[in-house]
Structure formats: C-alpha cells, structure tokens
C-alpha cells in the first residue's frame, strides 16, 4: 500500500509561480512512474506531467515550457514547478504512483489561478 500526500497548493495571480510536491511512503525508486492530473469540474482528470522509472518525462502541450516536472528518490518526492501561470490551469491537481501491484492516488490539492 503507497500513501501520497500533495501540498503546495493555493491561491496564485496570472503569471505567477507554486511548487506542488507529492510524498510517498514508498520507495518511488521502485516505481514505474509518477505523475501529476489536474481535475476540473465538467471535465475527466487529465495528465500534466509523467515522470518514468528512466527518467522520461513527458507533458501535456497545454502545460509545455511553463511547468517542470522533478523527483527526489532519496526523499521520495516528485514535484511540480508551475510558472506563468493562467486562469485555466486552477484546478485540482492530483499525484498518481504506477507500482506493478496497483496504482495510487494522492488526496489532491487545489490550485486557483485568479487576480
């Protein structure tokens, strides 16, 4: 069983800038990859960011040159760096861990893009 824990979230203007992160309580190394979804409502959650065991990383073009996806094994850690951010982007963003047992979610945690 993998718990996640999102943080960082909030209240942002346009253009402005939040680093989410995501905790697991398992060795992420050992994961076949990590990824962040946002959710909006009237919407199925999309993908913005996945991260593979070999370091892969890919993007929704929606989200391509302003956000930066990271891990940190030894903290077992991945993070999300948003810049420039717009009004479209607040949603609920989730963190998902793909094990060869199952696949996990983080509670979620919101981001508002407004001014």
């Known amino acids: 069983q993998v718990q996640l824990v999102e943080s960082g979230g909030g209240l942002v203007q346009p253009g402005g800038s939040l680093r989410l992160s995501c905790a697991a309580s398992?060795?992420?190394?050992?994961?076949?990859?990590m990824g962040w979804y946002r959710h909006t409502p009237g919407r199925l959650r999309d993908l913005v960011a996945i991260?593979?065991?070999?370091?892969?990383?890919i993007y929704a073009d929606s989200v391509k040159g302003r956000f930066t996806m990271s891990r940190d094994n030894a903290k077992n850690t991945v993070y999300l760096q948003m810049n420039s951010l717009k009004p479209e982007d607040t949603a609920v963003y989730y963190c998902?861990?793909?094990?060869?047992?199952?696949?996990?979610w983080g509670q979620g945690t919101q981001v508002t893009v407004s001014s």
């Open positions: 991260i593979t065991s070999d370091n892969r990383i």
């Open positions: 398992g060795s992420i190394f050992s994961f076949n990859a």
């Open positions: 998902n861990a793909d094990t060869d047992d199952n696949e996990y």
